[in-house]
């Protein structure tokens, strides 16, 4: 048995330090009356190699529970017996039996963890979590850093870790699909798709178990640990395999000019209601770090059970101290937070205006250059898009997935609501000086259709998951261009693949920041499921065979995104229609130059851009309606030689070039039905 030997610890820093020949370990938790560090030799050790006991004299300095271990190296397996008051009618929820995960552990293994042992009374050493005592100082970055990219450059890719490669045609070796490492392997892919920022959906180390029986939580808004990433990424089951392997990834992806945006889950845990399991948070000190009434019960307004008390302060310091981290020692570039609203919320649940966490996050110095963005919105009501809290705040526009949706799909009353969204959404951010690419536009997102399901499907078809359809969003502003679902037709074929380009050109010709989700670039289908969180198979994955199946249209969002990244009218930081800097950047037409058609059954937009140092001028009609129309050109400047077409939604990729592939004759454009084409003099 190793000798180690105990000593007073220090209260700061929270978490397991790894310092000189030893750990220091330091502990929250007010109102506990006895605290117990296990370690262990192996995850799925039920007995622990070593306990310490803290004496409540020695190893406790104010609220926080602190030792130093000298000979503990990092590696080391360890959890914490916390003992107090089980009065549930004011919050706490003290089980000394129970081994709990350190908030602040950086990495976290499994064993034979068992989601219902956590739930029931009696020990369950042999089916806990466990963390792990990391020491980051000592991996090389290789002179590699954060991009620091401007939002105006940013084009954003969402992604899941393990969906990404996990499907048997990814080329993949098979050890490394579904992995951090996997990911590395399709960086060549990302790059061809010109994409300059991954939006990895949760991979803080969640509860895999926390889902439907039978099922799995796959999505992974469900997390245990958030300092820790997720373990079944990594391909190293070692204990430090998880970290080790996240910094490859990242490493790589900065290497090749790809920014690695997380996307983080402070609103609710694993350890869901009154009924759900002990893990963590619930029996170190269950009221600081949830919202709950004056009866102790949970407030929720996540659905999903539980609400973390993001405004208190010691659950405040840890979400700072979490995002910290991840930027400090594992190297992210930003963060897009989910249901960002509950933390607009106060102790007692109440919307607060100037809440102090997103002050907080906003003006902290070390999130300085970090990307923060905001999904402005809880689950139940608080709909803050537009009127966030905060200056540096981006934030994931709703309303131009579904005013976007509804004007492709050819509802009435819908082009005034399109040209808003073209320009940034002004009507929405109505905050001066702003700069419109805080609006990150997207059409689809993990959460709800595919862009293929979009223009496939009228209803959800949701049944996999256990739920009888009832899950999943219902207004979903779906078109199935005439056959719901899968379909041999060829003219509904080619018009979805029509509508496809049409929602792509929409998307990267926006003021705002652009995002689509993995796998619509080639027409990824999850057969009408909008709400997959539980569907770990080929419903998620990303099916690597539609890359050759639909090469074309792989093709057409190549060139769209290459037109945007070298098109400066496409990247202002100012608003089209902001006239402070002199005339406004852009003018609106209908079928006719200078008439744009408002009215409540009009389906067609024109407008034109002009930089105010490039000479080219661009020129977009838009045709939703479900016949041809013939759209006016306006005059050309008298330097410009004429226009010429750029993009077609119309036609093929190979058919459309971003430097004109052909020269407009005459002053009209015929477009064809729900077609969009974007024209070019200069």
Known sequence: MRKLKALPGLSFPIGATYRDNGVNFSLFSKNSIAVELWFFDHPEDGEPSHVFKLDTKENRTCYYWNIFIEGVKPGQLYGYKVQGPFTPHVGRRFDGEKLLLDPYGKATVEGKYNRQHASRPGNNAAYAMKSVVVDGQDYDWENTTPLRRAYKETIIYELHVKGFTMHPESGVDDKLRGTFRGVIEKIPYLKSLGITAVELMPIQHFDKQHAPEGLSNYWGYSPVSLFAPHLDYSTDRSPLGPVNEFKDMVRELHRNGIEVILDVVFNHTAEDSEVGPTLSFKGLENRAYYIMDNKGRYQNYTGVGNTLNANHSVTRRLIMDCLRYWVSEMHVDGFRFDLASVMARDETGIPIANAPILWAIDSDPVLATTKIIAEAWDAVGLYQLGHFTGERWAEWNGKYRDD???????????????????????????????????????????????????????????????????????????????????????????????????????????????????????????????????????????????????????????????????????????????????????????????????????????????????????????????????????????????????????????????????????????????????????
Not at 414 to 427: A, K, T, W, Y
Not at 430 to 442: A, L, M, T, V
Not at 516 to 530: C, L, P, S
Not at 612 to 636: D, G, K, Q, R
Request: glycine share 6%; aromatic share 10%.
């Open 404 to 682: 976007i949706r509804q004007f492709v799909k050819g509802d009435e009353n819908m082009v005034p609501e399109l040209s808003n969204r073209i320009v940034g959404s002004p009507d929405v951010f109505q905050i001066e000086h702003r700069d419109p690419n805080q609006s990150i536009n997207f059409v689809t997102s993990h959460d709800g259709f595919t862009l293929n399901d979009v223009v496939s499907y009228n209803q959800k078809h949701n049944d996999a998951n256990g739920e009888n359809n009832r899950d999943g969003m219902d207004a979903n502003y779906s078109w199935n261009c005439g056959v719901e679902g899968a379909t041999d037709d060829p003219e509904v074929e080619a018009l979805r693949v029509r509508q496809i380009r049409n929602f792509f050109t929409l998307l990267m010709i926006s003021q705002g920041t652009p995002m689509f989700t993995m796998g619509d670039e080639v027409r990824r289908t999850q057969h009408g499921n909008n709400n997959p969180y539980c569907q770990d198979n080929e419903i998620t994955w990303m099916d690597w065979e539609l890359i050759e199946k639909h090469e074309d249209l792989l093709n057409f969002v190549r060139l769209l995104i290459d037109f945007r990244k070298n098109t400066p009218h496409l990247k202002e930081d100012i608003y089209w229609t902001d006239i402070r800097h002199g005339a406004s950047r852009i003018q609106w037409h209908g079928t006719k130059s200078f008439e744009p058609d408002w009215s409540s059954t009009s389906h067609s937009l024109a407008f034109t851009l002009n930089h105010h140092v490039e000479t080219s001028t661009i020129h977009v009609m838009i045709n939703a309606y479900w016949n041809p129309l013939t759209f006016e050109l306006p005059a050309i400047g008298k330097s410009q030689k004429g226009w010429y077409t750029v993009i077609d939604t119309s036609r093929p990729a190979g058919q459309n070039s971003k430097r004109g592939s052909g020269k407009v004759k005459g002053k009209v454009c015929r477009l064809e039905p729900r077609s969009i084409m974007i024209c070019m003099a200069k």
